[in-house]
T-cell receptor, first 116, second 108 residues
Framework: GAVVSQHPSWVICKSGTSVKIECRSL??????MFWYRQFPKQSLMLMAT?????????EQGVEKDKFLINHASLTLSTLTVTSAHPEDSSFYICSARGTGGDSPLHFGNGTRLTVT | LAKTTQPISMDSYEGQEVNITCSHNNIATNDYITWYQQFPSQGPRFIIQGYKTKVTNEVASLFIPADRKSSTLSLPRVSLSDTAVYYC?????????FGTGTRLQVFP
């Protein structure tokens, strides 16, 4: 089945620094990937849609200059949290749809970001 | 995008069948219904997807009535490892919006 891999699984960084999270589709090509954020005990919140070869589409309220998304190839999308602050600490999850018209979305295992 | 409504939480015991119902009154003609399972600190895992009537796979069944305004995820003979949050999502595009989900607690 379709596998989506995220790296790193967890990261701790100091306030003011930037952190990059990678999302890879391992056995399929994904022209579109999605980035979610999840706070404790809450549901997933869609942040942005990552489009291969073009600019990402951000959801309302998500700062595009703070959460930089790059989708340079059909198997890799990256999310960079710039100038991270403690309130950016969260669980970040990416997803991509497998091949086939009715293929479901497959999710990575998430990245736990802690900003100190 | 169709909004979904699920019970916030459910309790069950090992070996029982669990049915989680999701309401999606404004589902569109092209929308599929998809259920995901999420354990703490993990990404959601696909369980089952359907469009109408009944779908069954090795882990669950999905029942969808003719009007498609609701759906029921059925988990046969749950075990402790089925304790998780279950999300019902409705849509025809990649952009799926998560609702609150149902937190299922299975007791021994």
């Amino acid at each position: 089945g379709a596998v989506v891999s995220q790296h790193p699984s967890w990261v701790i960084c100091k306030s003011g620094t930037s952190v990059k999270i990678e999302c890879r589709s391992l056995d399929f090509q994904a022209t579109t990937m999605f980035w979610y954020r999840q706070f404790p005990k809450q549901s997933l919140m869609l942040m942005a849609t990552s489009n291969e070869g073009s600019k990402a589409t951000y959801e309302q309220g998500v700062e595009k200059d703070k959460f930089l998304i790059n989708h340079a190839s059909l198997t890799l999308s990256t999310l960079t949290v710039t100038s991270a602050h403690p309130e950016d600490s969260s669980f970040y999850i990416c997803s991509a749809r497998g091949t086939g018209g009715d293929s479901p979305l497959h999710f990575g295992n998430g990245t736990r970001l802690t900003v100190t | 995008l169709a909004k979904t409504t699920q019970p916030i939480s459910m309790d069950s015991y090992e070996g029982q069948e669990v049915n989680i119902t999701c309401s999606h009154n404004n589902i569109a003609t092209n929308d599929y219904i998809t259920w995901y399972q999420q354990f703490p600190s993990q990404g959601p895992r696909f369980i089952i997807q359907g469009y109408k009537t009944k779908v069954t796979n090795e882990v669950a069944s999905l029942f969808i009535p003719a009007d498609r305004k609701s759906s029921t995820l059925s988990l046969p003979r749950v075990s402790l490892s089925d304790t998780a949050v279950y999300y019902c999502l409705v849509g025809d595009t990649d952009k799926l919006i998560f609702g609150t989900g149902t937190r299922l607690q299975v007791f021994p």
